[in-house]
């Protein structure tokens, strides 16, 4: 008698290979060209995780559903106009140190020019040229690159002013919501789904307790990096730059330019402004592909691998908005595969492996 061969409880999942990737495909497809909704709309789900706890406790003292939202939300714009006044300090520092930056720049290209004529032979007559038709080859480029930052912009301040007014509106209709969800399943459910929906606050809560680390440990490698190079204020500025990169790329560019004009001012150089790009350079990658993915990871249990997949998809979908979104959408995902019988073999390759190691 043949003995039976033991089956895997990580192998029963109800959808072929060729249904998974139909899915993935058509969510990806979803997703990419309804970026324009989805991203203040996920920006304003993330927000209201958050603070539904706060607006919860703010409600057990007595104060009315719509007073409590709106101390919270108030709470929030408070919070976000604080990166804003530091991108004004840092550009009001900058343009205080314009006058001396630009005789610094334009004496680095005139050496520049001086090399190029002696070192290559190149005349100052062909240096011009050689410019100018750069310039008027690149025209096209230029009006094409400031239609995109003018499309940037205004989709930015599109979402500055939607994303609050959904906050508060799905706080407001949390209870008609949470209903809603109950609706579309079973009624033996009902448990299940209430669990993964406090889960996900916790989910939620645990990522931004990861994003706090990330930064903290960001400044502390920006400030030794600019330490080490000998820039006045290493920690200022070290720390000012890691918290402005939560605004995505035009953080970091603004919050550099004050420590390379101050470290080319003071020790006339070149090589200290190279050395504080080299430094947030290698900082912000470093940031983006290992101290991101394991401080964030760990708190969710998500192992390191997704973590980089998942920011590299959300910003080849979304930008800049999706590398940081994308991290608690597969955390929620994750949830739902736990309790789901049919999901074990995706909630095993999402797991950071943990529970398999203590089972062993």
């Known amino acids: 008698m043949k003995a039976k061969t033991p089956v895997s409880p990580y192998s ?4 072929s290979t060729l249904e998974i990737l139909q899915f993935t495909v058509l969510t990806a497809f979803i997703l990419y060209f309804g970026k ?4 203040p709309l996920s920006f304003s789900l993330l927000i209201s995780f958050i603070l539904y706890p706060v607006c919860k406790w703010i409600e057990k003292k007595g104060t009315s559903q719509s007073i409590a939202i709106a101390i919270t939300l108030f709470a929030v714009t408070l919070f ?9 300090v840092q550009i009001t520092a900058f343009s205080n140190e314009w006058e001396p930056f630009k005789i610094k720049l334009l004496e680095a290209i005139n050496q520049l020019s001086d090399f190029l004529a002696e070192r290559f032979n190149i005349s100052t007559e062909k240096q011009l040229d050689l410019l100018k038709n750069s310039i ?3 025209g096209s480029q230029l009006i094409a690159f400031l239609r995109a930052i003018a499309y940037s912009f205004s989709e930015s301040v599109f979402f500055i002013l939607i994303i609050p007014v959904f906050s508060a509106l799905i706080l407001y209709h949390r209870q008609l919501l949470a209903n809603t969800l109950y609706q579309i399943f079973p009624a033996d459910k009902k448990g299940t789904i209430h669990e993964i929906l406090i889960e996900t606050i916790h989910a939620y809560y645990n990522f931004i307790k990861g994003m706090l680390v990330v930064y903290l440990t960001v400044g502390l490698l920006n400030s030794i990096g600019l330490l080490i190079i000998g820039v006045p204020h290493p920690f200022l500025f070290g720390f000012i730059a890691s918290i402005l990169t939560f605004i995505p790329y035009v953080g970091i560019m603004i919050s550099s330019l004050l420590p390379i004009a101050v470290s080319w001012i003071t020790f006339n150089s070149i090589w200290y402004p190279l050395g504080v ?5 290698v900082v912000q990658a470093l940031e983006a592909y290992i101290i991101f993915p394991f401080a964030v990871g760990s708190r969710l249990k998500i ?5 980089i997949i998942m920011i590299t998809a959300g910003g080849i979908l979304w930008g800049a908005a999706g590398m940081i979104l994308f991290i608690p959408f597969i955390s929620i995902i994750k949830l739902i595969a736990d309790r789901t019988e049919g999901l074990k073999t995706l909630s095993l390759l999402l797991g950071d492996g943990n529970h398999e190691k203590r089972k062993t």
């Open 12 to 15: 029963n999942s109800p959808f």
């Open 36 to 39: 324009t909704l989805f991203i």
């Open 80 to 88: 976000f106009a604080l990166f804003i006044y530091l991108l004004i």
């Open 136 to 138: 008027n080859n690149s």
């Open 277 to 281: 790009i080299l430094v947030f350079s």
């Open 303 to 307: 192992n390191t691998l997704v973590i």
